[in-house]
């Protein structure tokens, strides 16, 4: 029994690890533009993630990353409401994959399909909406729900057409991909490189962080282009019964229909498609990773609906990461929030999928003696159109003798002091709590995305108010406004920028008690694990006189996090760190208002009925209550919504007998969306 608990425990816990990696990965890649994870690693992560909440589904969770798409909008645009959900792909990573899907698939269907195949082209997800013709408005994709309002950006694609051609229904939204052409972007970056700009790392960064310019002149500055693949949200039925005659519809209407696009009748056909499309990926204008494969009938498609995230009749086929070979010069060390001693590779540069790539991440010291890695190898490097490279593998055969195996540092980098060696974790930490790194590292945490969120302040304003003895810890941060006249003398945080970030600084104080536990930075305190302390504890004073079994009795926390808390407030410089940040007024207790969610289900009852795939029965139940809606277990005229899944049994025929409103899953969904639409407005 007590095997089963660690067994279960270490489920649970890795199930937490993943999904707070993925939400980390997300919000910079979907957010920030700047990813830090192989794309190829963050599909393993999540890929393993959906195995693990399958074969645990007591740890199941509709916030999960396997049932979200992207990140939330940012707050910098206004935030639109999609009509209809903003879908994500399943991935197949070799013909195996592939063709399981296809058997999947036909054993659902009733009939043979064919498939139409397109380029997955590697650039930003948008939606465009047409009133009587008129291009209105223009999102990115967001979390798939909510996305941004780009409308002016959109506007200055000149591949996006702004008034339709030919006839069109009055409301009218289509869904494509926008992408930095490869020429376009090398000159760009070139020209920022000359400018003394930072330079993007690929297309798609390029793309995303065109799109996303507050000032919409600048996006028009950069060469965007767009490739519509599909329809949305229309208000008529159109006449098309397939995705093919979708396009063919589409492109008639004026929008860019990518050339490569082709009907196929087997699997067989499909396979070639691919190969065909990967020999000519290497000379294409834009970036892309691999083939999408679509159910062509819309019929089919309809039946076949959307399991969590994804819709089942389609898939992207992804092409294999690019693989180069190059040098291993040096191996360097710098130094994480935690005191995290991390060693990187300085690379021979070398050029993969457009881009120069002259480091790559080396993980940890087992990460580097497991392949066996020597300055001097030459070694095997992976990039899919990610930012952070790879080591694959050190080619040994070329070894010539002179390689130098790895010497892990002894003193910490950059203030010298001892390091210490963690077996466990295969990690070495600099323990000097004042070592200037991971004090900058630390700030940096504090007003991240997910945990403050200041707006504004980045690693190099934060080294520079460190340089200039302005900030010496985060709770300085709230200090700053008493410091004001020296703060402006500094170049680089003139004034309108200094204003901003005052401004961001003080509303950060609105930030609840969870984001502040996650702001401290105690190691394994993610998001979900703060939500919990928060919800357990209800304020810092409590959590801090908590001990190992008040951890340990939560559902969620086990001795590893349980330890690393009670070693966290152990230490007299976090408490005094604690109370800087309670004298300077933020929130260190729960709020009591309870949230009341719109009430947009008032008056209405419901009856639920069959297997879900989504979501659990119950998470359905709770969600209408929450709403203001009402459940019922038997059909009746006084009923205004059957909501079905798969085997509905006999009350499916009692509602279709009394003519009450039937909804799926999705078709749930898109009620709520299209009520909370009308309940803003
Ligand atoms: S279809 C419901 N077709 O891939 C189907 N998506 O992981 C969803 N993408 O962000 C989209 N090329 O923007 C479709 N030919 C294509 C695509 C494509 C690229 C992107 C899409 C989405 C991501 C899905």
């Known amino acids: 029994m007590a095997e089963k608990t660690d067994s279960d425990n270490l489920n649970r816990l890795r199930i937490e690890e993943l999904r707070s990696q993925l939400n980390k990965h997300n919000i910079l890649y979907y957010q920030k533009n700047s990813p830090e994870t192989l794309d190829s690693e963050y599909d393993f992560l999540m890929r393993e993630l959906r195995e693990l909440e399958m074969l645990y589904p007591q740890y199941a969770n509709s916030d999960s990353p396997t049932q979200l798409v992207g990140a939330p909008p940012s707050k910098r645009f206004k935030s ?160 098309y019964a397939t995705q093919l005659d979708s396009l063919d519809y589409l492109s008639q209407l004026g929008f860019n229909i990518n050339e490569n696009n082709l009907l196929v009748k087997s699997t067989d056909q499909v396979m070639e498609y691919y190969s065909s499309c990967l020999a000519k990926q290497p000379n294409l204008n834009y970036a892309c990773d691999g083939i999408v494969v679509k159910v062509n009938r819309l019929d089919f498609q309809r039946h076949l609906g959307t399991v969590g995230r994804e819709p089942k009749w389609a898939i992207a086929f992804k092409f294999p990461a690019e693989q ?58 992976e990039r899919a159109g ?24 002894e003193t910490c980098p950059v203030c010298n002091h001892m390091i210490f060696s963690d077996e466990d974790e295969a990690l070495s930490y600099c323990v000097n709590s004042i070592c200037s790194a991971q004090l900058s590292k630390m700030v940096e945490h504090f007003a991240s995305k997910g945990a403050m969120d200041i707006q504004g302040l980045g690693p190099k304003q934060i080294q520079v108010l460190m340089a200039e003895n302005l900030i010496k810890d985060a709770s300085d941060l709230y200090d700053l406004k008493n410091q004001q006249d020296r703060a402006m003398t500094i170049e680089r945080i003139g004034e309108t920028s200094l204003d901003n970030l005052l401004n961001a600084i003080n509303e950060s104080m609105q930030q609840p008690f969870e984001r502040v536990l996650i702001a401290l930075g105690i190691r394994h305190v993610g998001p979900e694990v703060a939500e919990l302390l928060s919800n357990r ?101 006084k009923i205004d919504y059957v909501i079905v899944g798969s085997d509905p049994g006999s009350k499916l025929d009692q509602a279709n007998s009394l003519q009450i409103n039937i909804l799926d899953e999705t078709q749930f969904s898109e009620l709520l969306q299209s009520l909370l639409l009308n309940y803003d407005q």
């Open 386 to 409: 990610e930012v952070i490279p790879q080591v694959v593998k050190s080619i040994t055969t070329k070894r010539d003798g002179t390689e130098i195996e790895l010497i892990m540092p």
């Open 537 to 637: 504890f209800q304020n810092v004073d409590k959590l801090i006189d908590a001990s190992e079994p008040d951890f340990v009795s939560i559902p969620g926390i086990g001795p590893r996090i349980s330890s690393s808390i009670l070693s966290y407030f152990s230490n007299p410089s976090n408490i005094k760190l604690i109370n800087k940040l309670r004298n300077a007024g933020l929130n260190l207790k729960t709020e009591t208002t309870e949230q009341v969610d719109k009430q947009i289900l008032l008056n209405k009852t419901f009856v639920i009925t069959g297997r879900m795939d989504n979501f659990s029965r119950a998470e359905i139940q709770n969600k209408i209550k929450a709403l203001g809606g009402k459940v019922s277990s038997s059909v009746s005229k």
């Open 324 to 381: 180069k070979e190059t040098t291993l010069l040096d191996i360097r060390f710098n130094v994480g929030r935690t005191g995290s001693i991390n060693p990187y590779a300085i690379l021979d540069p070398v050029q993969i999928s457009g881009a120069n790539i002259k480091q790559a991440t080396l993980h940890n010291e087992d990460y580097i003696r497991s392949k066996d890695l020597r300055i001097g190898d030459r070694v095997v490097i």
């Open 80 to 239: 639109v409401t999609h009509k209809l959900p903003m879908l994500s792909l399943a991935n197949a990573f070799n013909n195996d994959e592939f063709l399981s899907w296809n058997e999947r698939l036909s054993k659902l269907l009733t009939a043979e399909t064919d498939f139409v195949c397109e380029l997955k082209y590697d650039g930003l997800a948008i939606s465009a909406i047409y009133e009587n013709g008129n291009l209105i408005q223009g999102a990115t994709r967001g979390d798939g729900t909510k996305g941004e309002d780009v409308t002016n950006n959109l506007k200055t694609i000149e591949s996006l057409p702004q008034t339709l051609s030919g006839s069109y229904p009055s409301v009218l939204e289509v869904r494509g991909e926008v992408v930095f052409p490869i020429s376009e972007f090398n000159l760009f970056n070139a020209a920022r490189a000359a400018d003394g700009l930072p330079e993007y790392t690929n297309p798609r960064n390029a793309a995303a962080g065109a799109l996303r310019q507050l000032d919409p002149n600048e996006t028009a500055k950069r060469p965007l282009d767009v490739f519509i693949y599909g329809l949305g949200y229309t208000d008529s039925n159109l006449p």
